[in-house]
T-cell receptor, first 114, second 110 residues
Framework: NAGVTQTPKFRILKIGQSMTLQCTQD?????MYWYRQDPGMGLKLIYY???????DKGEVPNGYNVSRSTTEDFPLRLELAAPSQTSVYFC?????????????FGPGTRLLVL | GEDVEQSLFLSVREGDSSVINCTYT??????LYWYKQEPGAGLQLLTY?????DMKQDQRLTVLLNKKDKHLSLRIADTQTGDSAIYFC??????????FGKGTMLLVSP
């Protein structure tokens, strides 16, 4: 299993541009998450999904959109990039369990908005 | 809302024990977690503890939980240079989401 894969690894955007961060998992997990990690900070939840067709906002959803048309894929869309969105973005997935949910993380996408 | 607090930095010598501390605020959290992040990588689950436990040991790792004080600690015995990383404490703040602390950077010197 490849686990959680993310593309691209690194991207530079100009203010106002848009892009989609891709995330795919091959573990048949129902739960998927998008986090951002700013320098010296913990992870902030942007959006999450509990299954195909179901998404919900996290702590910092403004400026982002998501969709979940399949179990495997959970893309994150930035429509109008702003410098405040410069960050490292992590995608994660977890199985549907009764508790002790382990989240498996991808390697991250480093985004710089200039 | 929930908040998870950690000290930002810890420096130890190789072979010593490391203790990383964390406080959380959500008394309804049923699981608490420790994740490790190596430079340039994603987070990796180290261990977790169920809220009805006081202690959990896993090889060199010992997790202590004080529910009354909402205090969680991670002890790493015989710390190695390969343990140098950022360690995140997390609690399950909702049915399916986690709240992370800001992370403690552990630096192990030879």
């Amino acid at each position: 299993n490849a686990g959680v894969t993310q593309t691209p690894k690194f991207r530079i955007l100009k203010i106002g541009q848009s892009m989609t961060l891709q995330c795919t998992q091959d573990m048949n997990h129902n739960y998927m998450y998008w986090y951002r990690q700013d320098p010296g900070m913990g992870l902030k939840l942007i959006y999450y999904s509990v299954g195909a067709g179901i998404t919900d906002k996290g702590e910092v959803p403004n400026g982002y959109n998501v969709s979940r048309s399949t179990t495997e894929d959970f893309p994150l869309r930035l429509e109008l990039a702003a410098p405040s969105q410069t960050s490292v973005y992590f995608c994660a997935s977890s199985p549907r369990t009764r508790g002790g949910e382990t989240q498996y993380f991808g390697p991250g996408t480093r985004l710089l908005v200039l | 809302g929930e908040d998870v607090e950690q000290s930002l930095f810890l420096s130890v010598r190789e072979g010593d024990s490391s203790v990383i501390n964390c406080t959380y605020t959500d008394s309804s959290s049923t699981y608490l977690y420790w994740y490790k992040q190596e430079p340039g990588a994603g987070l990796q689950l180290l261990t977790y503890i169920f809220s009805n436990m006081d202690m959990k040991q896993d090889q060199r790792l010992t997790v202590l939980l004080n529910k009354k004080d909402k205090h969680l600690s991670l002890r790493i015995a015989d710390t190695q240079t390969g343990d140098s990383a950022i360690y995140f404490c997390a609690e399950n703040s909702g049915y399916s989401t986690l709240t992370f602390g800001k992370g403690t950077m552990l630096l192990v010197s030879p």
